[in-house]
């Protein structure tokens, strides 16, 4: 497994919200020791010189070699965080996205895979059960914004 920490500077992200009957799709995040700590829709990083649209699209192309429609208007928030004692901070750019037609309509669980090779899984999830124990919604503050939309 590989071990991520938060960058050291502020970091651009574009996060791609789908839903399935009411539930959001997200990608597993996971601690050091691969105990489950939250999930996070699913997206990356804004490159220098790259517009937050045309990285959400690359970075579902890349991950879940699909193309993606964006359908809906941004929600944008800022995220500092602490993972394993380190603070990040971020700057979020979130909204919906469309699948194909049928694209994974037959599927439960769909499989990330990072530059670097690591994998993570997705599944969608009832928004109402996260942040209630077992997993959090990240970044933090975005289940509220998404029940008040």
């Given at each position: 497994m590989a071990i991520w920490r938060p960058y050291d500077t502020i970091r651009v992200l574009a996060l791609g919200l789908n839903w399935r009957e009411g539930r959001l799709l997200?990608?597993?995040?996971?601690?050091?020791?691969?105990?489950?700590?939250?999930?996070?829709?699913?997206?990356?990083?804004?490159?220098?010189?790259?517009?937050?649209?045309?990285?959400?699209?690359?970075?579902?192309?890349?991950?879940?070699?699909?193309?993606?429609?964006?359908?809906?208007?941004?929600l944008v928030m800022e995220?500092?965080?602490?993972?394993?004692?380190?603070?990040?901070?971020?700057?979020?750019?979130a909204t919906e996205i469309a699948f194909p037609p049928g694209w994974s309509d037959d599927t439960e669980t769909l499989t990330l895979v990072e530059d670097n090779g690591s994998e993570h899984k997705a599944r969608w999830f009832d928004?109402?059960?996260?942040?209630?124990?077992?997993?959090?919604?990240?970044?933090?503050?975005?289940?509220?914004?998404l029940i008040n939309r």
């Open positions: 997200a990608s597993e995040v996971r601690d050091d020791a691969g105990r489950l700590t939250g999930v996070r829709p699913p997206g990356g990083g804004v490159e220098f010189g790259e517009r937050w649209q045309d990285a959400l699209t690359r970075e579902f192309q890349e991950e879940l070699e699909v193309t993606v429609s964006i359908i809906g208007a941004p995220n500092i965080f602490t993972h394993e004692g380190v603070t990040g901070h971020e700057i979020v750019f928004l109402g059960q996260l942040d209630t124990g077992a997993a959090a919604l990240f970044p933090s503050g975005l289940k509220s914004r």
